[in-house]
């Protein structure tokens, strides 16, 4: 189960840091698959914003570039979302998953909502 967390309020061009812990992963596991951050939107399909490989190749999508950073501590087997220059559009509720192949290996759980002001 993963628990997403640091969501929050912030206004325009405040920074928030997301976490996303994975307690009940096994070490092996964690650091063997893909993890990305997602967002939903009200009205809006879960899009993603940023993915770390287990290469460490990283995608953001073109939205974010430049303003968001995913990182990720093995050994504490949590995945971070460093948000800067925070927009209202940004305002959504965020999850984490890792996948493998395409396929998600984690349920979505409830994620950590993010609302910026402007």
């Known amino acids: 189960q993963l628990q997403a967390s640091g969501g929050g309020l912030a206004q325009a061009g405040g920074s928030l840091r997301l976490s996303c812990k994975a307690p009940?992963?096994?070490?092996?596991?964690?650091?063997?698959?893909?993890w990305g951050w997602y967002r939903q939107a009200p009205g809006k399909q879960r899009e993603l914003v940023a993915k770390?490989?287990?290469?460490?190749?990283?995608n953001y999508a073109d939205s974010v570039k430049g303003r968001f950073t995913i990182s990720k501590d093995n050994a504490r087997k949590t995945v971070y979302l460093q948000m800067s220059s925070l927009k209202s559009e940004d305002t959504a509720v965020y999850y984490c998953n890792a996948d493998r192949d395409g396929t998600f290996l984690h349920n979505w759980g409830q994620g950590t909502l993010v609302t910026v002001s402007s």
């Open positions: 009940r992963t096994i070490l092996s596991v964690f650091t063997s698959n893909d």
């Open positions: 770390l490989t287990t290469y460490g190749r990283i």
